[in-house]
């Protein structure tokens, strides 16, 4: 018996050496999820994703998938949030993850990407449809990814808005359609996180993504500090260009006049293929996105559950 008990301390020894060495990352979302998402969404069958297109449809009919086999509810009664473009139809796809506290879950966070894109482009070798991978494939991919695991984790104080936009490449459309209509329903927004061309690294900054209209608020700091490092940066381009005010983060800013503002890897430094057929699945860094959707999860989790709104307005 003594013999076994000195082998049983040895073995529980060496694996507590090896978990403390090499910890084991549990739940983490995988570079192959990613890519699953990544390759349908870009695949010539969606035709580019321009809005109103049976190409779009497919995306749609996707994303909802996706929601449903992971037990998010629809926001609204189906998962569409039906808008007009003159006689053009669009659907954002929104739905829910109720938070689990009494009073917090009375309170939002939405996580939102646009799913459209621009259809056909200059044809290049042959090939005239745009997919939009990095453009944005990248973005809702780590809206999908994240959705799931937070939807199967369940540990949200506050409630979660899970938005895909459509109409961002026609003016934005889509997301100033929800923006205003959770307004009539007096929607208490803590902040907005928006995902965008976060399909690719930056080779020579001391970041590794950047939060558009850095200086509106200290939600790079916050997140920073959940995640552990000084991941999230300032993009002196995102500034020259103002792309705070170029995408879907800024209609809830304008209506709810809270943090909404957009995550990315990708300020057009260092991507040379935005609006452009080669923006194509192949182009991306899968290791690059699979580490920042991760990345995400403390960051996420911190902003649904702290006791406060910690991440606020610095400037108007």
């Known amino acids: 018996m003594k013999r076994i008990g000195a082998v049983l301390c040895l073995i529980i020894c060496i694996s507590c050496k090896i978990s403390v060495d090499n910890p084991i990352k549990r739940n983490e979302i995988s570079i192959d999820q990613v890519k699953e998402h990544v390759e349908f969404l870009t695949s010539d069958a969606l035709?580019?994703?321009?809005?109103?297109?049976?190409?779009?449809?497919?995306?749609?009919?996707?994303?909802?998938n996706v929601f449903t086999k992971n037990n998010i509810k629809p926001y609204f009664e189906t998962f569409r949030d039906t808008f007009n473009i003159k006689d053009i139809v669009g659907y954002?796809?929104?739905?829910?993850?109720?938070?689990?506290?009494?009073?917090?879950?009375?309170?939002?966070?939405?996580?939102?990407?646009?799913?459209?894109?621009?259809?056909?482009?200059?044809?290049?070798?042959?090939?005239?449809?745009?997919?939009?991978?990095?453009?944005?494939?990248?973005?809702?991919?780590a809206v999908l990814a994240l959705a799931k695991y937070l939807a199967k984790e369940k540990m949200n104080?506050?409630?979660?808005?899970?938005?895909?936009?459509?109409?961002?490449?026609?003016?934005?459309?889509?997301s100033e359609h929800l923006a205003e209509k959770l307004n009539k329903r007096n929607l208490n927004l803590y902040t907005m996180l928006n995902f965008e061309m976060i399909g690719v690294p930056f080779k020579d900054r001391d970041y590794e993504a950047f939060v558009t209209g850095y200086d509106l608020s200290n939600m790079a700091q916050v997140m920073n500090n959940s995640i552990g490092s000084n991941y999230i940066g300032r993009s002196e381009v995102a500034i020259r260009y103002n792309l705070f005010k170029q995408s879907d983060n800024y209609a809830f800013y304008q209506v709810f006049r809270v943090p909404s503002q957009t995550i990315s890897s990708c300020d057009l430094s260092n991507y040379d293929y935005y609006h452009h057929v080669d923006d194509e699945a192949d182009k991306l860094d899968y290791e690059?996105?699979?580490?920042?959707?991760?990345?995400?999860?403390?960051?996420?989790?911190?902003?649904?559950?702290?006791?406060?709104?910690?991440?606020?307005?610095t400037h108007e």
């Open 157 to 174: 104080k506050r409630s979660i808005i899970i938005a895909l936009f459509s109409g961002e490449e026609l003016g934005l459309v889509g």
């Open 47 to 64: 035709q580019g994703r321009n809005t109103g297109t049976t190409g779009i449809e497919m995306a749609a009919r996707y994303i909802e």
């Open 92 to 141: 954002n796809i929104v739905g829910i993850i109720e938070g689990n506290d009494p009073k917090l879950k009375d309170e939002y966070v939405i996580i939102g990407a646009h799913y459209d894109h621009i259809g056909f482009k200059t044809k290049v070798d042959n090939d005239s449809i745009a997919n939009g991978a990095n453009d944005n494939a990248a973005g809702t991919t």
């Open 288 to 313: 690059h996105m699979t580490k920042l959707i991760n990345k995400m999860i403390p960051a996420i989790q911190n902003i649904c559950n702290s006791a406060t709104k910690e991440i606020k307005m």
